[in-house]
């Protein structure tokens, strides 16, 4: 009796008959060709270490930003404490030429009026302000309504920094990491930035040990003040891109560049491999969530930005530098690289 339901199971009978023998020929050969040519492994060609394996660098990105507002002595002290081995400061200048630390342009997201004071002089331009219009504001408030979770009332009224006040906080006993932030809106920034660290004594610690970096999206300023002291140790930073792109830039940059720091999305071995071929360092830029520091740290790269300081400290552990030391070893490793070319 003919069958629908037998002729059906014998159909399929025949095509898993078929296809295990397809699978069985793919595997077999897949092993032949295996044997011929191996599967190129990514590390054969690329360096899995930072630069003469020095310290991977902890940035406090903005200070200690995911538990304090960005750029308040808060943010930098709490940065501080959790093994951050630099401070980042992102500069504007106001309208009377004085650099202060914030990362936007303009006033409108972080800062709010002290009590009795007007709206009008914390909204706008940084640069259309003078300082004294800017000790009229706070910024500290805002983050405890976007983070309620690590909101704090001693956050509410703290100002905005002036560069030399936070180098006179700090003096010689952190490094920092500072962002020449829209430097063609604000003539003179670079000058002005070496005069305070001229004045502060850390010329010479920048040059001889890292003390300061100095980094910049653009290629521009920090030409200028590659002109200005050649010895300043230079951070380029890309916007987000691809590693090829940056690559393509890597010859341009170590002209003037110790080091490079691209978007954390565009970091791969190639280019891990290609920057440390030309002594640059890689501090790739805001790496939070532990798992991604740890992919990052296993393709090389020689630090990286984070607004939480104590996530990299505990992945790093015992391998995470004290003090300042990380930025002396990673200027040694960088000498050493350079020496060998
Ligand atoms: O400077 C590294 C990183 O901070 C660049 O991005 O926008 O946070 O300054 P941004
Ligand atoms: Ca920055």
Redesign the pocket.
Known sequence: MYSYARTRSGAIGAIVLVSALALAALILSGTAASAEKPAKDASENVSTSTLGDAPVLNIG??GASGYAPEHTFASYDLAIQMGADYI?Q?LQMTADGVLVVM?DKTLNRTANPLEGEPTRNCRGLVSKKTLDQLRSCEVGSWFNEAYPQYANPDYVGLQIPTLEEVFQRYGKSVNY?I?T?NPKAAPGMEEELLRLMDKYGLTRPAAENWQVLI?S?SSESLQKIHDLNESLPLIQ?YWAGSSKAIQRDLDNASEYAVGI?PYKKDVDAALVSAAHDRCLAVHP??VNETAEMESLIDLGVDGM?TNFPDRLDALLGDEAAGGKSGAVKASNASDACQAGL
């Open positions: 990105h903005r980042e992102d990362h990491y962002e932030k980094q999206f930073l720091g830029y805001t930005f």
